[in-house]
Nanobody
Framework: EVEIVEFGGGLVQAGGSLRLSCATA????????IGWFRQAPVKEREGVSG????????YYADSVKGRFTISSDNAKNTVYLQMNSLKPEDTAVYYC???????????????????????????WGQGTQVTVSS
């Protein structure tokens, strides 16, 4: 059974930092990519960052480049999202999701252009709230 659990959210002042963790189980870690998405009230779900777990390639939305860093600990089947210089507009529920991109080379290549598309991901966590106060 696939399990994805996010934790690390909370309340922080603008300019502060948080580190989100995405703990996974039940699938072959290196065959997947992990994406972080967020959804604020009355807004669509937005792709924030992604990582190909087999080769470590990372992807970022323009709105978070230079502030957020995605990383993985493949030994722990865990992905992290370090969020620095947080802004009130970063307030949202943050979700972690898994997309199988191996073993086909086509799937891996395709992830370069689909990492931010939520319906490409097969498994989702329950989300963790991040609130940034001004």
């Amino acid at each position: 059974e696939v399990e994805i659990v996010e934790f690390g959210g909370g309340l922080v002042q603008a300019g502060g930092s948080l580190r989100l963790s995405c703990a996974t189980a039940g699938f072959t870690f290196d065959d997947y990519a992990i994406g972080w998405f967020r959804q604020a009230p009355v807004k669509e779900r937005e792709g924030v960052s992604g990582i190909s777990l087999s080769d470590g390639t990372t992807y970022y939305a323009d709105s978070v480049k230079g502030r957020f860093t995605i990383s993985s600990d493949n030994a722990k089947n865990t992905v992290y999202l370090q969020m620095n210089s947080l802004k009130p507009e970063d307030t949202a529920v943050y979700y972690c999701a898994a997309d199988q991109i191996h073993p086909t080379a086509q799937s891996r290549a395709g992830y370069d252009s689909t990492w931010y598309i939520s319906w490409e991901y097969e498994y989702w966590g329950q989300g963790t709230q991040v609130t940034v106060s001004s």
